[in-house]
């Protein structure tokens, strides 16, 4: 977890410096279907508009919410399925897709819309991003495995690693359902952004609790 952790840092910092240094980079970090309207040059009124009001409708959002579910799951069963190589391509997938976000924080924050943009980002983001880490974590528990056997062969590691791994993507799949709904109906129908906040982070303190606080304790005695 620390270790995908530190790499989807490391991936926002490389991408908001690399666009501070030269705004082509946003182009090449961030796709056509995620910036639209976001981009350098873009007026702060223009940049407020993408983040504040109902611009889509409901059949709008219903879309979004599925077109978002699909690209986080393919971004989360990535990182887990990379795993195989040895959990490098899955650090090298994390930074890769956090890059992206550098590069927006960099555009909104140099528009004076860094905390909106947190704001607006947060009503999702802490369980998306909340996902996406636990599966790059379960690429790189299986990667680790694998470089490091033990008296095991490398299958018989890469399985029983594979075997857990396989209970966390079952609970990052549902994590993904929940982020969907919450970018494409609440993000979009919540326009204050203590509000976003509150939302975002009563998700986080949700799922923190959920996989730290409560979890089953070892009975007296075991080993």
Same mark, same amino acid.
């Given at each position: 977890m620390l270790i995908a952790l530190a790499a989807m840092v =490391?991936? @926002?910092l490389v991408g908001w410096l690399l666009v501070s240094g030269d705004a082509q980079w946003f182009?090449?970090?961030v796709p056509g279907e995620f910036g639209g309207q976001r981009s350098p040059g873009a007026s702060a009124e223009t940049l407020r508009a993408t983040i504040f009001g109902d611009q889509q409708g409901t059949n709008g959002l219903s879309a979004f919410a599925a077109y978002l579910f699909g690209n986080n799951t393919r971004v989360a069963i990535l990182a887990f399925a990379l795993g195989f190589a040895f959990g490098v391509p899955s650090i090298l997938l994390l930074i890769h897709n956090m890059a992206l976000l550098g590069a927006m924080l960099w555009l909104f924050d140099g528009a004076g819309l860094g905390t909106? *943009? @947190?704001a607006w980002l947060c009503v999702h983001g802490t369980t998306e991003l909340f =996902? $996406?880490?636990l599966a790059g974590a379960a690429g790189i528990h299986i990667g680790r495995n694998m470089a490091f056997p033990g008296n095991r062969s490398i299958l018989d590691a890469a399985a029983a690693s594979g075997r857990r791994a396989a209970l966390v993507m079952a609970g990052v799949v549902v994590m993904l359902l929940v982020? =969907? *709904?919450l970018e494409g109906f609440v993000r979009q129908l919540v326009n204050v952004t203590? $509000?976003?906040f509150a939302i975002g982070g009563t998700m986080l303190a949700f799922w923190i609790a959920y996989f730290y606080l409560l979890r089953r304790?070892? =009975?007296m005695g075991a080993d």
């Open positions: =490391a991936g @926002t182009h090449a970090l909106d *943009f @947190t =996902a $996406i880490l982020a =969907a *709904f203590p $509000i976003r304790q070892p =009975a």
